[in-house]
């Protein structure tokens, strides 16, 4: 039985907890995985996929770097002047990429419809310590610093440069940082699972200090396309097809494309910064926008590995040793829901990796 088969008899199997899953698979450019599961899925669906979307908007940074438009250790005063306040002057966007940069917090009280206006609020914020010297998650304040960076640098929205990336590998219809419109038809409705509301309300509490309550993510939110036009680079609407493609464009060629220099891969995916978080207390080792280590193993088990899980269930990834990426995408909105991402991507790299 050949990886597509093995893949697509599982998700069958998982389809009636999982309500609805994808996952696409490509190996040294070729897609040799595109599966679905669950009614009215189709590889054309999009989902909201949290913190996964962190792998694209990271990949935007890096291209624009591999194309001299950024600089990794270049002040982002001179890009953003307002930026420098409070002793902001010499962080960079080594810095923001590997969440060191010291501003992981919005205010209490932020909300999605407040996201674009946040950017100044940041560049005002006193850090929380010297950027550089430690590091903790950044799970909203990420997207807000590379998006207006980028914007600084081009002049375009990151989700417009994100599309400008993404239309010569096809898939400029199938990740998004903001739902357009006319793509309201395709987008899957979650579905919160029975009993989670403990959980929801533990990591509620756990991240309150610096993801405030209303932006914490709830299916009845997720499930209101105008709250996802508006543009959220710390999270991404997609389909798994469509990451896993991109990632594939950044390790290495697909039908023609690289995004970036091969001699640019080891420097964009190898290990830029190993620490303990401040905040949540693990240990995290984080290449420039990703983290190292396949979801269920370790940075020391899966050293090639980098990628980003998210929030619900969703995880993309890239294996530099091997050319295999991999995304899931899944209609249950599951805050400790990393079981099925965790068992399909340890079959694709036992078989490929």
Same mark, same amino acid.
């Given at each position: ?176 940082? !903001?739902? &357009? ?5 395709? @987008?899957?409705?979650?579905? +919160?699972?029975? /009993?989670?509301?403990? #959980?929801? %309300? ?61 001699? !640019?891969? &080891? ?5 830029? @910064?190993?620490?303990?978080? +401040?905040?949540? /207390?693990?240990?995290? #080792?984080? %290449? ?66």
């Amino acid at each position: 039985m050949d990886l597509q088969d093995q893949v697509q008899r599982r998700i069958d199997e998982l389809a009636g907890t999982e309500l609805g899953l994808q996952v696409a698979v490509y190996r040294q450019g070729e897609l040799v995985v595109d599966a679905v599961a669950g009614d009215g899925v189709t590889p054309e669906t999009l989902y909201f996929a949290a913190s996964t979307g962190k792998g694209a908007s990271a990949t935007v940074a890096n291209v624009l770097v591999d194309r001299g438009i950024l600089d990794y250790d270049r002040p982002i005063v001179d890009i953003w002047p307002e930026f420098g306040a409070h002793g902001k002057e010499r962080a960079t966007l080594r810095h923001v990429l590997t969440h060191s940069v010291g501003l992981p917090a919005l205010p209490p009280g932020t909300t999605r419809t407040g996201l674009p206006e946040q950017a100044d609020r940041l560049a005002a914020t006193e850090p929380w310590w010297e950027p550089g010297t430690k590091m903790t998650y950044h799970a909203e304040t990420f997207g807000v610093l590379v998006g207006e960076i980028v914007r600084r640098a081009t002049g375009r929205t990151i989700s417009d440069v994100l599309r400008e990336i993404l239309t010569p590998l096809g898939m400029e219809e199938n990740v998004f940082f !903001a739902l &357009p419109g006319g793509q309201r038809h395709r @987008l899957a409705r979650l579905v +919160e699972p029975e /009993g989670a509301e403990e #959980t929801f %309300a533990m990591l509620a509490g756990m991240f309150e200090q610096v993801v405030p309550r209303a932006l914490q993510p709830r299916a009845a939110d997720l499930n209101r396309p105008e709250l996802l036009a508006i543009e959220d680079a710390s999270s991404a609407i997609l389909t798994a097809r469509g990451i896993a493609k991109l990632y594939a464009a950044l390790i290495g060629e697909v039908d023609g494309v690289r995004l970036v220099r091969p001699e !640019a891969v &080891p420097v964009i995916t190898g290990p830029a @910064l190993v620490a303990q978080d +401040e905040l949540l /207390g693990n240990p995290a #080792t984080l %290449a420039l926008g990703y983290s190292i280590g396949r979801l269920g193993s370790s940075a020391d088990e899966s050293p090639a590995t980098i990628g980003w899980p998210g929030m619900g269930g969703s995880a993309a990834w890239a294996d530099t040793r091997s050319g295999v990426t991999f995304a899931l995408t899944r209609t249950l909105f599951d805050p400790s829901g990393s079981a099925s991402a965790i068992e399909i991507g340890n079959l694709v790299a036992k078989a490929l990796c």
